[in-house]
């Protein structure tokens, strides 16, 4: 499979935008959770699950880490 930058970038987009929500909301069987925790919980899947750069610009869109 692909793996890294070889993953369209749109793909791990939806990917991080899709657990954020699903954490946010218990959609799907996610264990329900604050924002600031569902967004430790994706920076800790950085670089094996999620790509660590756009958890990160999530954070800052967000606000919940300096610019």
């Not at 929500?21 to 600031?36: F, H, I, Q, R, S």
């Not at 094996?48 to 800052?60: H, I, K, T």
Request: no cysteine; hydrophobic share 50%.
């Amino acid at each position: 499979g692909l793996r890294g930058n070889a993953i369209p970038i749109a793909s791990r987009i939806i990917a991080i935008a899709r657990q954020y929500v699903a954490m946010l909301t218990g959609y799907d069987g996610v264990e329900m959770t604050n924002k600031e925790t569902a967004l430790a919980r994706l920076a800790a899947g950085g670089g094996a699950l999620y790509d660590p750069e756009l958890v990160e610009l999530l954070e800052q869109r967000l606000g919940l880490v300096g610019a």
